[in-house]
């Protein structure tokens, strides 16, 4: 059986899913938390051809691709192409997220003390990879070389308070947002209103760990980008040494079920093993979308 709940009923950051079984339905009352509902898995992704569609991207006079921005923008396309994992749970109600939006670090520089700085894009369906590669660009700039972001404002002003009166407040904001009212202004940057957190952790040449969930906020994906490890595989019934990089993925369970999430892991591992057929001729694109970029 299917439930139908409330209709017309929507957050500032989504609209109630109101056709969905009931078993999807029950699911936030009786798993309440998102540290409960979370399923690990892990993908491992022969990038070979990803690593040559780069350097000719790169090659063919493209602004500088990096693999991590090629992973960011699979995502989104996933995202945008399988629209059931843009779901998120908030006050026992299950909502389908208005846009794509991804939260990603960038550490002020490459030092054990150096403060991390959250990013958080919107992205469009359809979206040249010339104008995200820009516009990360600026923002990786930005985040470095700015003063304090609006998160880290609103978290000092939440930290000038005495600690009971602190608790109130942050009970407060979570009762808030459980129903649907919290003012944007304090979610528009906050990374864990997002449709999924990317940690590269292949950037430091480390390997991918699995990361938990946040019961704050309502980002219900996490994913972790390790580093390419030469790895022996069988291919083409012989063992072949491959370049493999690791996707460690964290996902809350009430919003959609395994099937449909395996699948839409399964589609970025296709178009991550396979950029060619999905994204076309590297130097095309990079024509195509530096026109576009001039326009």
Known sequence: MRSRLHPGARRRDGRLVTDIPDERAIMPFIMRRRTESTVYFEQLVDIAAAQDWIQRWNTAGGPHLSLFVLVLHEVAGMLHARPRMNRFVAGRRLYQRDGVHLSFGAMKEF???APLEMIKRRFEPHEGLAAVINDLDGAVRDARTSGVAEVDKEMRLFLSLPAPMLDLAVSVFHWLDARGVLPSTLTRSDPMYSSAVVSNLGSLKTDAAFHHLYEHG??????????????????????????????RWTFDERIEDGLYAARSAELLRRRLEDPLDHL?????AARRDLAAEAL
Do not use: S, W, Y
């Open 111 to 113: 030092a054990d003390n």
């Open 218 to 247: 309502n980002c219900p994906l996490f994913l972790v980008v390790g580093r390419v490890r030469p790895t022996p595989v069988v291919h083409d019934g012989q063992i072949r040494i491959r370049p493999i990089l690791p996707l």
């Open 280 to 284: 076309g001729v590297p130097e095309d």
